[in-house]
């Protein structure tokens, strides 16, 4: 069994990887921390989530130096479910003590540290780390996941997104020149489990956000070498994330070269192409590991149009954190 | 025609009392305030409501010492949407300066200023004025209202549970010695305008709340002058309140007492009974000044169900303080 | 291992029946079958319900005849999620084939045939099958279920209702002559798949029916040997019950006395009270077997709320008639 | 008073139009009509929506050939809200009735009748009127619309994404040989109101549907004489539509060259420009006449994000009607 520990329980992203590292036979879920000063310290999670009353009985305890100073000897893997800079902060310390960390923020996701001060609002405290971490998208990053030990787990709209076209990219079917079109909606769990007028149930509605400069752009076009453009929305639903990708195909492109470029998840049990006139619907993957995929070509036009739908907070994070653990510490599956 | 400002317009009833104030032929909306503190001082209404770009062109004023004072000089009547103990504060500066007061807080709503400290959490700091407060239930109280200057709006939940019940108790239908149940459903509108985490959208999901102690359920009773049990509940919907009430009633009662006690209804625009086996939905009221009601009798058991329905910003606050301002000022409908 | 088949496997019931018979680890799922003309014959389950792509690979097969004649010696048991009558029709052929026969329709909820005349409008077509039937409500008829070999599923409203009245019946806490009101608010799921204009998205909005008359009610009664006032509600949300329920104690009743009362579930797994002054949610059972209550007491007036929580597609439907498999079965639980 | 008559009125959009028409202080609605053969016929309108009791008194009448004759003698214009080939084959009749026809389908948005075999699946049985057909995008065909008897309202879609390209394809905003990309998302009020399994509220979660095909595209591409890649989504929502449009621009193109653009609606009361930063949402034009733009450049790389949101049966349809009823009868909006 190996054992291990999520920091920032109480998020919701928190919740799901305590959930799946309790029900996966092979991981054994040691503590469930929250910062020092958290409001929900002491509380069992399943106050919090209901939902997990009879699943996990584990209480949030808060993370204090003796508390940090013990994790060595009584895990051998973390789960960062922080904020950014909390991570890129804490990663250093849970490294020095000999564990493995899954850093589920974007911390640790750019090799190139200026991303941060341009994207993130901070100067990287550890920037020689950011060239030692594994980019945790499962299915393309397998051999550089079970060596490393950190593991910056991909983002939610990257994780959509890269998902559909590193296969189109790999068979050199997006046009040189062009920008994919990216329109994605996600969840409000994306957001997050806060307080904020945005959040507010009367203020959701159907919007977009972040218009041509939000962060998960960058991490996109690094991941595929390609520039894209991304603009993402939020929907007034509580998880799942929809990408509507339209991408301009090199002529004389067919459904054949197509299908032959998405072969490459033929054994993927996560990834999953519909049959062709059926497309993926939010509810079809929340509350699932799964990314399914669908597309369509205008063969005469040179157009293709690709969705992809995952759970943001699973394969966009907490079971996409799962694979990799499976991968790191070289386990099945039990997603 | 009457000039009228609103105080504390920030607020989705303030925003919806702009709405129709403005609209109505007969008023005239002067000004628009908000606390002299508030983040949205100086802001367009519409840039908080963009539905109301084309509809409302004025700006939030911060209401300090100096826009208080000229009050008097600038309109005729002021509604407040504000929270109780500040609207309690207010008023009798207000009423001081000769205006009318429409106040749809809960600050006035009862003659026995104990109820303050008892469900409200404050002494009331003009216990002498609660007396002269009209109740602004406009079917029920028109004589008072039409004579007040100070008017306290009904709250959302008495307004849905006082319309079907009080025609029951004016009839004897109502059995001594019992309670009616009233279970009602709130959407999320009726919590104010504000960031809190049991309103945050990925935390909103039908449940009950202040269960046996909500500070409405001594308001229906003063009002029926009867012992009821209310149970409100939160639903995941912006705007409406379904209230299912079951009632006992006396030995022999026949649908025809039923129909009787709420032909009260018959030359109301506002109130209307759907025909038998039509049960009012949510989203028949929303967006309406209507109350919809529609019942059904089991003579055998003696067991009565009424279910009533109002959009809770409306009926139950911003369009039943219009049906005031109309009687109190004598005019048209013009809702 | 237990084979297990699902008849009316394209529902929403039928679909979780297969996904949790899948998943457990002592029953094997054989079968789905379809009734013989439906359009959804010979289509993967998973092509309905794409979020069980990797879990439930069978298609839905055509019950026609021969596939009746072989189910006998193709499986051990078999769960019905099809209509009333259907399944009343179906029963005595399948248990003559020696198989055990989980119904989750009302088909054999009564004991008194004369039920389906008055209730669900048909002649019952085996009323000598009625009082062999085992009444699933998992927690209260261990010993029944134990024994039979035609256990009918308890019928979702009244899984949530009994859950919380019967322990305060058990102990005498229910006022004689006094009727319990239970409000009951369903997700859409619970009116099955199908296209009605009362179930189109447009349509759906929060509103109550089948008032003072649903099938549900003698059930409750009949099961509680009290009567009671039901009146159920459709809420715009998929899945899920909430059951308000206001209760007459008699005098001198104690919060002790009610705790004392739900302390029957002290060993259940499945049935958990939440801490004082924590309500159930309906988004904190959905996707869980669990049902959830919590209470309050106005002990100077006698009046108890107590408000139930379920998922009407597992507890109320296909994870309760996995409880009953694992107690007929006396199998571990793997929910 | 101009007096109209609306002829499918049972729909959503039949619904909005009486709504519309009854309020306007200019025009008098004279009959509310459903084909002979509706099961809605007989019934008040307001039976069927019961929000619209207290506005709208008139029954839905059965559209058989008597009341067809008496129509033009009964009324001036007609709103027709009905299916594309119903709608073709009685504009013909009505049009030689003397009558002004506003429809609302498609039926008559094309001069070319080959669309109607290609995109809509029947032959045009009058294709010799397509030509006299004013298209009703209200703010861009004022002249024509002033002047013919046959005007086919802009379809939703169209009208929002016309609303926003039109006036960079004016202005040469639209770079030479690129396609802008419009993904757009409708509430279900879209699709009818109608019992379908895809539109049954368990069913409903956001996906693209006629991806590569769906019938707008031609209309759009008719309109904005210029190709587009156009993919419609059905959202979990009532109404609206929210159009995200990805454009490319050529060199050179500033942020004051966008503004000159949108500036052709600075006398718009309908079309309006939000802030800078500020994106529309669906519920900022829900139960409105609106249509709301909002854009971002990035001018390094050539590319314009522009957001459209309106409401679909309102600008998409009911409301875009009266536009065009205000210009052919020279009134006042009354909107």
Redesign the interface.
């Known amino acids: 069994m190996v054992k291990v520990a999520v920091i920032g329980a109480s998020g ?1 992203t928190g919740a799901e990887l305590a959930r799946l590292i309790q029900l996966h036979p092979q991981f054994e879920l040691t503590h469930l921390y929250v910062s020092a000063g958290s409001v929900d310290k002491g509380k069992p999670l399943a ?1 919090l ?3 997990l ?2 699943t996990v009985d584990l209480p949030l305890l808060p993370l204090d130096e003796m508390a940090l100073a013990q994790l060595g000897n009584q895990t051998d893997a973390v789960c960062l479910a922080l904020d950014h800079l909390i991570s890129a902060e804490l990663a250093p310390k849970l490294l020095a003590l000999g564990l493995v960390v899954f850093d589920l923020s974007g911390g640790h996701r750019f090799a190139d540290a200026s991303v941060y001060s341009n994207f993130y609002g901070f100067e990287h405290p550890a920037p020689e780390l950011l060239t030692t971490a594994a980019y945790g998208l499962a299915e393309w990053q397998a051999e550089r996941i079970s060596a490393a030990n950190l593991i910056a787990v991909a983002g939610c709209y990257p994780t959509a997104s890269l998902s559909a076209l590193k296969p189109l990219k790999q068979a050199g079917l997006i046009s040189d020149g062009s ?1 994919p ?1 990216i ?1 994605a ?1 996600s969840g ?2 994306g957001a997050g ?5 945005n ?11 972040g ?2 400069g939000h962060r998960h752009q960058p991490e996109i076009e690094l991941q595929l070498d390609h ?1 894209v ?1 991304f ?1 993402p ?1 939020l ?4 998880r ?1 994330i ?1 990408a ?1 990708i ?1 991408v301009q195909v090199p002529n004389g492109t067919t459904a054949a070269d197509i299908d032959a470029a998405y072969s490459c998840y033929n054994d993927s ?2 990834v ?1 192409l ?2 062709t006139g ?11 590991p ?1 990314c ?1 995929l669908s597309w ?3 063969a005469e ?1 040179g ?1 293709l ?1 690709v ?1 992809s739908a995952i759970d943001n907070l699973l394969k966009g994070a907490a079971s996409q954190a799962l694979q990799c653990m499976n991968i790191r510490f070289a386990v099945e599956s039990g997603l």
């Open positions: 919701y106050q989530y209901p939902n009353i009879g920008r079109v329109n909606v409000v769990t489990r806060k307080a904020t007028i959040n507010s149930f009367c203020q959701v509605s159907l919007t977009p956000y218009v041509l520039e453009v603009t929305h929907g007034a639903f509580k799942g929809l509507t339209t049990s996560v999953q519909l049959p059926q497309w993926p619907k939010i509810d079809d993957v929340a509350n699932t799964n399914l369509k070509l205008d036009r157009v149009v969705v």
